[in-house]
């Protein structure tokens, strides 16, 4: 319907890619689906895209020929902090991972699992979701309950909540952790959807974090939440 289609046709995207069949492959899928794309293959590229102006969504890889993604991850979310920001990556090791998330990324898609949507993946994202592998939320787990902890003892105790969230704001940065939007989150819990948005404000103060992906990751450390 056309109601549907139109938040795509408002919605640009810069998508940064190295591999010319790839870049090729998610551009002309994003522009069929009514996406007005950018497309770069370096940090160079990229940077001169944005001086043009900021995407509404950034599509990155992490290895690339002038530098790391997570360079313009950074310069991204420091510039541009409504911008969303997404890793496409073959890099799945852990600390691609965390360093990726917490510079700024909201969502960590490894290039074997990748959806056959992508269109739909990039309106989950604007949704305010946050697209991610299920090994890559493994890692995040297994990090969390491995560091620090000497071999053959077992996993920490009662959660620590150094950050004082309210019951709610635990239910809420939950929702946040499975991807829901701001209005299923509401619906699940019985909110107004106008409240979510400062209850997530006060989840990211008492986080000290301005990222999602960095507000998941920082309470899974403190054990308030499991994926």
């Avoid at 409504?82 to 991972?97: A, P, R, W």
């Amino acid at each position: 319907m056309t109601v549907e289609k139109q938040p795509s046709q408002t919605i640009t995207i810069l998508l940064v890619e190295d591999d010319a069949p790839t870049l090729w492959r998610l551009q002309e899928a994003l522009v069929k689906a009514g996406f007005e794309v950018r497309a770069a293959a370096n940090l160079a590229e990229a940077r001169d895209s944005l001086a043009a102006g900021p995407p509404r969504v950034l599509l990155t890889d992490l290895q690339l020929p002038d530098g790391h993604g997570n360079a313009l991850i950074r310069e991204t979310r420091a510039r541009f902090p409504e911008t969303e920001i997404m890793v496409i990556s073959n890099l799945g090791d852990e600390e691609s991972v965390i360093s990726a998330i917490t510079v700024g990324a909201t969502g960590y898609l490894l290039k074997d699992a990748f959806p056959t949507d992508i269109a739909a993946t990039v309106h989950e994202l604007v949704a305010g979701h946050s697209p991610i592998s299920a090994s890559i939320a493994r890692f995040i787990v297994r990090r969390t309950q491995t560091a620090g902890e000497p071999a053959g003892e077992p996993p920490p105790g009662p959660a620590l909540n150094t950050a004082k969230l309210t019951p709610r704001e635990i239910d809420i940065l939950w929702g946040i952790a499975k991807g829901f939007s701001y209005a299923e989150i509401a619906g699940h819990l019985g909110l107004s959807r106008q409240t979510v948005p400062g209850h997530i404000k006060s989840i990211y103060r008492k986080l000290e974090v301005h990222t999602r992906g960095e507000a998941v990751f920082e309470a899974v450390q403190q054990g308030l939440i499991q994926l």
